[in-house]
Every structure is written in C-alpha cells, then in structure tokens.
C-alpha cells in the first residue's frame, strides 16, 4: 500500500491541513496537523509510521516549494511519545520532543511510549504478512527539545510551546496565540482524559487543567485543534478541563491508581513478548 493510500487530508483553511490513517479503525488513532509557514512546514504528532508521512505530503502536493529553491524546511513535533503520536517520527530528518520524553524516544521504549495495537484495529495491513505484534516505535534521535515558553517559528507564524504534563510527563500544547489557535495532543480532547497509564499524574494534569482554563478566561484561545476526535471551541474547552478537576478527587485517584497498575502490568508483558 503507497502513503497516498494510507493516509488522506482534510484542509482547515489558514495553512493548515487535518490528516487521518485511513485504515487504523481505532479510538487510538491521532490526529496529524500539518502547519504551513512561509519559511517552515511544521507536522504536529506523526501518526503510526507503518507508511512515510513526509511521502504522502510531497505526492499529496502539501509542500508548497520556498522562493527560488526546493521545498521549505520541514519539522515533526511530537505533542508526546506515546506510540500512536511518534511512530511516524522515523520518517522525518527533523524531530523536536519535549525534553521530559527525549530519552524515552531516543531507546526507542515502547513502554513509555505504551505501545498497544491489535490486527483488529488495522482494516487493511501495509504490506502483506504485516501483523500488529511486530510493531514497535523504534529509537529515534530528536534534533530538538523543547521546553515551556520555546517558540517555534514558521515565518509569518509563531507557536509557543506549553509543557502540560498529567497525560504523560512530556506532554506539550503548541499555542498560536495571533490567530487564537491551540493544538492540545492528549492534554485534551472531546472525550475521556486518560490519566492511568505509565507517567500520567493526576496532580500535573489538574494544574495543567487550570492552565487551559486560563486561557480560555483570558479569550487567548478560540479554537482546539485536539490529538484525537473532532476540533472544538473555548466553551466546551473550559468544561472539559474545569469536569476533570472536580472530578479528580480520592475515589479517582484510587482506581486511577488500580487500572495504572494492570497498564504497567500489561504493557511490560506485551512489550518483552515484542523484544524476545
């Protein structure tokens, strides 16, 4: 199967383009935003890897050409390592991470990166004989790392980075704050916040919470570009940060603590049968 295949796009208006993996048929499946600026093409979070993200955009025609040369230079930021939002890392010349999660992507730890997929989840395979067991997000070395306030110049736009750990210890929202834009990757999406797996902590995502809902109290952001499910305004932004916190009491932190447990568990188990 070629990349024009596996993946299709969506554009959003304002240089910004929406792309899926057409055949990974799961709640899992991130979404990939590539930004266009007038000297720098950014890809926020890159999808699986199992087909080249950075073919795709060249035979998709997304990478318009810089003035007199080839085209723009073109950088992958993963919003967090986890295995659907890096695998596709592989593929791109220049990656940045946050430098809470470098390590773990620089080994390639698929326990970090909570690697998790089934053949069920894979409508049509790659290639033939490919079976989800083999897969693995495998070591790749960041050209950048990124901490709180970093600013990622494209040219004609700017994205800040936020650190918003409690999802997991790395990860970042980038912030468009001229148009009012903000790409949260799992910090939050229009659906459960998962706060139960390996480096998730509850206390970091209720402060992380209280950020997002200063934004919005501050009219900085108007839309939410999210890592999963559909895009959303500041409105149900607000209640799905401020619902988190008041839900983030004893009783969650003690079954969060139970189903954190049976995740390791079963992560380390998936993983070593990976390995051997």
């Not at 053949?119 to 083999?134: I, L, S, T």
């Not at 950048?144 to 494209?154: A, C, K, M, P, T």
């Not at 009783?251 to 603590?257: G, L, N, Y």
């Amino acid at each position: 199967m070629s990349a024009l295949e596996w993946f299709a796009h969506k554009p959003l208006g304002g240089g910004i383009f929406w792309i899926q993996e057409r055949f990974y048929e799961s709640g899992n499946r991130a979404n990939i935003w590539l930004v266009r600026g007038s000297q720098r093409d950014v890809v926020i979070d890159a999808g699986l890897g199992l087909r080249s993200l950075p073919d795709y955009l060249r035979a998709a025609g997304l990478l318009a050409p810089a003035e007199g040369a080839g085209p723009r230079p073109l950088l992958a930021v993963a919003t967090h390592v986890h295995f659907d939002h890096s695998g596709g890392l592989q593929h791109f010349e220049e990656v940045a991470v946050h430098s809470a999660e470098a390590a773990a992507l620089l080994r390639g730890d698929n326990y970090e990166a909570v690697t998790w997929l089934s053949d069920r989840e894979v409508a049509r395979p790659p290639r033939p004989g490919w079976r989800a067991r083999q897969f693995r997000v495998p070591p790749v070395r960041p050209s950048r790392l990124l901490q709180e306030g970093d600013v990622i110049s494209l040219g004609d736009r700017q994205l800040t980075v936020m650190h918003m750990p409690g999802h997991s210890r790395g990860s970042i929202c980038l912030h468009d704050k001229d148009r009012k834009i903000l790409f949260s990757g799992d910090v939050v999406y229009d659906g459960s916040m998962i706060d139960w797996l390996p480096y998730s902590r509850i206390s970091d995502y209720v402060t992380s919470c209280q950020r997002l809902m200063e934004l919005v109290d501050r009219g900085l952001v108007e839309k939410v570009l999210p890592g999963h499910f559909n895009i959303f305004g500041a409105e149900r932004l607000y209640r799905l940060a401020s619902n988190y916190i008041s839900q983030a009491g004893v009783c969650h932190k003690v079954s969060t603590c139970a189903m954190r447990s049976i995740a390791s568990i079963a992560l380390r188990i998936t993983n070593s049968r990976v390995t051997s």
